[in-house]
């Protein structure tokens, strides 16, 4: 245990006194100051309150996050999220999610049907399974067999909701501050570990079987515990089109800030959609925080905010900047 600890130490060190030093993000008030969380939209606000509480209990990075999201998840005013978020144009509420560690393993879970809480079911599959992700039928059964209880998603306002949505029939899934999509968290611990989670229900009224890049590890969440670690929330299309977390962390690991790899990632995206037709409604935004704790939130057009919680800063939400 004892060499463990000053392996790890000594490679904490080494890393300090090189890379780390390129990863100082001048655009954020730096702070060494961890365990940090941050998350999207304004639901990570409490979301980041039930990680902070299960972190300072002493639970772990990695129940921190599952717990934190699962807020949202459990929350039926959460319209993009578990439980009450909006459904497919079949009226079917299907579910993606996503879980990291530090040590590269990672669960996902994709068009998850019935089951209020698919980022514990993508913990359990990336626990106790020799795979990484598991989906629909296969993913609900292994959940049933794990003891989770199968029960109606759809409430009463998101049934109303795709009624009237189908009077028109009109797919343009625009996500920002009033209409949002996944919560993605990511935390670094005391011991500089890092830790993510991301779960959605999607974007409202995709075709049945859509999944899109939050249960995809790379594009709705990466982290590399040398490095920094990424999430993504927005169209899910275009943040697959460009891998989007995972291009993130591979930016901080050219030297980048996460402020100026998020800005990097989203100007990409930004320059493959501009001629596209969903560049009309197109939002995506990412949030990153570095190995020595620096964070920060960017997306392509004004509206995208994220919950910090640390040491200084009990769950405020900060408004990301962006692109245009
Ligand atoms: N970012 C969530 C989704 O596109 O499904």
Redo the contacts with the bound molecule.
Sequence with gaps: MIRRKFLKNTLYSTLSASSLVNLSNKNNSISKDVPRIISTWNHGVNANKVAWEKLNNGEGGLTAVEFGVRDSENDPNERSVGYGGLPDRDGKVTL?ACIMDSNNDCGAVSFLQNIKNPISVARLVMETTPHIMLSGKGAYDFAIKNGFKSQILLTEQSKIDWENWLKKSDYK?V?NIENH??ISMLLIDSDHNLFGACT?S??AW?MHGRV???PIIGA?LFLDNEVGAAA??????A?IRTAGSAMVVECMRNGMSPIDACKEVVQRISKLHKDRPEWEYLQVGFIAISKNGDYAGYSLKKGFNYALTDNENDSILVDAKYSV
Excluded: F, N
Excluded at 232 to 237: I, K, Q, R, V
């Design positions: 993606d899934p996500i999509d996944t959605t999607g974007t995709k899109g890049d939050s709705g993504a929330t927005g169209l899910g299309e943040v």
